[in-house]
C-alpha cells in the first residue's frame, strides 16, 4: 500500500512537468534504435525468460538464448537451432531440427524492428497524456525509460528499457501484460479463456563485442551456383539439407523442393 501511495504521490507531483521531457524520451528511444539500424561489425548475447502468474492453478515458464551479429544493414542471429542470415542479396533461414534451408530475396528495411515491441513505444510515447505514465530515471549503473498504464482496461502493464547512457546499448527489456489465451475443449471445438493471467518477459542483452571479419555474410557459406543447372543449391555445409528458394531464379515464387543427397560412387 505505501508504494502504491508513493506512486500516486509521484504522478500528481511529477507528471504536470513530465510532458517537458517526452522529446527526450523519444530522443533517447531514437538513439537506441540506431545501435540496431547502424552499428558496424556489432556481436551480443540474448537471454530470454517467460514467465505466467500462477492464477487458476497454472504456470508457464520458458527460457531461450541466442547470439546477433550486425553489421549496417546485415544481420546474422542464431536463436535455439534455428539460424538467419540477411546480407545485401539474399535471405537465409536454416533449421538445423527440420534439415532445412530457405532462400529469399526478403531483405530487413531496418533493423530497429528487432527492437523489442517498437511500434507500442512509439504508440505508447504518442498517447503518453492519455494512455501511459512514461519516466526516464536513474538506476544503478543503468538509464530506464519505464512505461507504466494509467488504467486497468490496457493489456500492456508495463515496459521497461535499461540501457547503457553513453552507448545506448540496451542491457534489459521487461514487459508485464495480460491476456485470457485460446484452448480447444475435449472435442477439438475452438473456444477462449476469459481468465486473465499476467505474463512477464524479460530480455537480458550481454557480452557486447566487436568483430573484424564479415566472413558470416557470405553468400557461399550457405549456398553455390550451379552453372550447369543455373540454380543455387546449398553449400556442403548443409548437403543433404531440403532446400527451398523464393523469388530467388527468376521466378516470383519458386516453391520447389530439392534435395542433394551426396553424390554417389564413381564406378571403376
Not at 508504494?3 to 531514437?30: D, W
Not at 547470439?67 to 546474422?76: E, G, Q
Not at 540496451?170 to 475443449?185: Q, Y
Not at 543455387?232 to 527468376?250: A, C, L, M
Request: hydrophobic share 35%; proline share 4%; net charge negative.
Amino acid at each position: 500500500m505505501k508504494r502504491m501511495m508513493l506512486a500516486a504521490v509521484f504522478v500528481i507531483v511529477v507528471y504536470p512537468l513530465f510532458a517537458q521531457s517526452v522529446g527526450t524520451v523519444k530522443n533517447e528511444i531514437y538513439k537506441i534504435n540506431k545501435v540496431f539500424d547502424s552499428t558496424l561489425y556489432l556481436g551480443f548475447n540474448v537471454d530470454i525468460v517467460y514467465n505466467s502468474d500462477t492464477a487458476y492453478g497454472q504456470f508457464e515458464h520458458e527460457e531461450m538464448s541466442g547470439n546477433y551479429i550486425l553489421n549496417d544493414r546485415f544481420i546474422y542471429y542464431k536463436m535455439g537451432s534455428n539460424e538467419y542470415v540477411q546480407n545485401d542479396s539474399f535471405a537465409y533461414n536454416i533449421y538445423h531440427d527440420e534439415k532445412l534451408v530457405v532462400m529469399t530475396r526478403d531483405s530487413v528495411g531496418s533493423k530497429s524492428n528487432l527492437f523489442p515491441l517498437r511500434e507500442f513505444i512509439d504508440s505508447a510515447v504518442a498517447a503518453y497524456d492519455t494512455a501511459y505514465l512514461i519516466t526516464l530515471r536513474d538506476e544503478d549503473d543503468s538509464k530506464v525509460i519505464e512505461f507504466k498504464s494509467r488504467f486497468d482496461s490496457l493489456p500492456y502493464k508495463r515496459f521497461a528499457i535499461y540501457y547503457d547512457s553513453a552507448t545506448h546499448y540496451p542491457d534489459k527489456f521487461e514487459m508485464d501484460f495480460v491476456e485470457g489465451g485460446d484452448f480447444s475443449t475435449a472435442d477439438s471445438t475452438p473456444a477462449y479463456d476469459v481468465r486473465v493471467m499476467l505474463k512477464h518477459i524479460v530480455m537480458n542483452f550481454s557480452n557486447y563485442k566487436h568483430f573484424s571479419s564479415t566472413e558470416i555474410f557470405n553468400d557461399e557459406n550457405y549456398v553455390l551456383f550451379d552453372k550447369l543447372r543455373k540454380k543455387f543449391r546449398p553449400s556442403e555445409k548443409f548437403r543433404g539439407y531440403r532446400f527451398i528458394t523464393n523469388g530467388v531464379d527468376g521466378d516470383d515464387d519458386d516453391e520447389s523442393l530439392e534435395v542433394f543427397p551426396a553424390p554417389p560412387p564413381v564406378e571403376q
